[in-house]
């Protein structure tokens, strides 16, 4: 498919040619790949494979994941889409056959206003890849060796949608997921096993359709939000969906005791914000602490003459921030931890749930029209200090994530990962850091043949925790 000069068909979002059948080895630019640095590293996002139907947004591209293996000194690349039915659909037809995520939905379609693409975030769980949507859809699974689809993932339950950031737990294995709808059920959560079966369903009531995004869990409860930027539910009913801001009121924070009943949520107010982001949540007493990337205003005024980032109508202004939840009192303390504008978050993943210091958070690019990330911050959270590194002129980084030196250890004991591309460039490069000194710039910069494109959300796939090849 030839590039069109869309902004996000061209440049630094165009879509790669195709998936690779087999493995390619990767050539070290520089530096030289830790022996002990052995996992996946993968990586989500939208790699469109026709012309649109009318309009075309960075969302709406097929999912394809990329991968870079790591094992023994040595680095290898793979990347495959995500089979999902509309995929499917679209190839036998030889067209796109959706419109726009960002377009007026057709709830006439059976059961498809849009098409789930899979292609925001993806997450390992009982050996599996699961390639997950920010408008909440169904689940696809893919084989973490040859990232071929394996078809969906209801959990042995049925579950037909859950949406992007479920997160797994550390100590028990499970994996905690939250679903949200413009319609029926405005949000929901639950709990999968191990072995990959649904344990705990519920509903959680709300009196209106919220767009959410992630979630968040400590040791016995899980974090759920109605935020201040909502559906609009009178436009909704007419088919139309409109986003906008509640003003005046405050944004609320729910917790619930892990397995209990939805109607059991505990709401905290706090300053109307909107987040896209969790970094993390932790009990601490009768206290429960919460870091994400918190967006004061973020619907952008079309007339504002604003230097700040934006995709399309949202305002891309996070900036890392804690609220404390009182369990005693009911009361919120909230501050802003920092200035900078970044996005993405990641922390020691070994570290879910409960106290944690340090955060990786890529540095949002100023100046730039859409969501590019030109460094990285590594906070240190306990003393209130981050260390920093920049990509360069013209250079920019996924999200990155945390590649644990061992299975036990200290906390960000290892490596960060990510990708690195640069503008009017075919290739693209992988760089690995030492999570503890970024400072000092990347310890290898690998060279992958081929352009991959900006995307969305990784994942870090432990070499020990990789099931044997079938
Ligand atoms: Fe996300």
Not at 66 to 78: D, K, T
Not at 150 to 179: M, N, Q, W
Request: contains cysteine; proline residues 6%; charged residues 25%.
């Amino acid at each position: 498919m030839n590039a069109l000069p869309h902004p996000y068909r061209s440049g630094l979002f165009a879509p790669v040619e195709g998936e690779l059948d087999t493995e390619v080895a990767l050539e070290v630019i520089e530096g030289e790949v830790p022996r002990d640095l052995f996992g996946d590293f993968v990586r989500n996002g939208s790699n469109p494979r026709f012309e649109p139907r009318g309009r075309y947004h960075w969302f709406d591209g097929d999912g394809m994941v990329h991968r870079v293996r790591f094992e023994n000194g040595q680095a290898r690349y793979l990347r495959k889409y995500v089979r999902t039915e509309g995929f499917d659909a679209e190839t036998a037809a030889g067209e796109a056959l959706w419109g726009s995520s960002t377009e007026r939905p057709d709830f006439t379609r059976k059961g498809a206003p849009f098409k789930n693409t899979a292609n925001t975030d993806v997450t390992f769980h009982n050996g599996k890849l699961l390639a997950l949507w920010w408008l909440s859809g169904e689940v696809y699974a893919l084989d973490p060796h040859s990232l071929a689809t394996l078809g969906r993932e209801e959990f042995g339950a049925g579950l037909k949608s859950i949406s992007a950031h479920p997160k797994v737990c550390p100590r028990t294995g499970e994996l905690l997921y939250f679903d949200y709808q413009a319609r029926g059920d405005f949000l929901s959560t639950g709990l999968v096993s191990p072995e990959g079966k649904v344990t705990h369903h519920t509903v959680v009531p709300l009196d209106g359709p919220r767009l959410q995004h992630d979630m968040a869990f400590t040791e016995n409860h899980v974090l759920l939000f109605d935020m201040s930027m909502q559906w609009d539910a009178e436009e909704l009913k007419k088919g139309r969906t409109k986003v906008g801001l509640r003003r005046g009121q405050p944004a609320r924070i729910g917790v619930l005791r892990r397995g209990a009943p939805g109607e059991t949520i505990r709401w905290f107010d706090a300053n109307a914000f909107y987040m896209y982001h969790v970094i993390g949540a932790y009990e601490e007493g009768a206290t429960i602490r919460l870091v994400g990337c918190r967006i004061e205003n973020p619907v952008a005024d079309p007339h504002a003459e604003e230097s700040v980032p934006t995709i399309g109508f949202l305002r891309l202004e996070p900036r890392l921030h804690e609220w404390v939840m009182d369990l005693e009192t009911g009361a919120v303390r909230e501050r802003g931890l920092d200035d900078a504008l970044g996005e993405f978050p990641r922390m020691d993943d070994r570290f879910g749930g409960v106290k944690f210091r340090y955060a990786a958070m890529p540095n949002i690019a100023r100046g730039e029209p859409s969501l590019l990330f030109d460094g990285v911050d590594v906070h240190d959270l306990e003393r209130a200090s981050k260390s920093s590194h920049r990509y360069g002129e013209g250079r920019f980084g996924s999200e990155l994530v945390f590649a644990p030196r061992h299975a036990e250890g200290d906390e960000f004991d290892g490596w960060l990962v990510t990708f690195v591309v640069a503008r009017a460039r075919e290739d693209a490069e992988a760089w690995v850091y030492d999570a503890k000194a970024v400072e000092r710039g990347p310890v290898v910069k690998l060279r992958i043949p081929a352009r991959v494109p900006i995307g969305f959300h990784a994942d870090w796939v432990p070499g020990w925790k990789l099931p044997v090849r079938a």
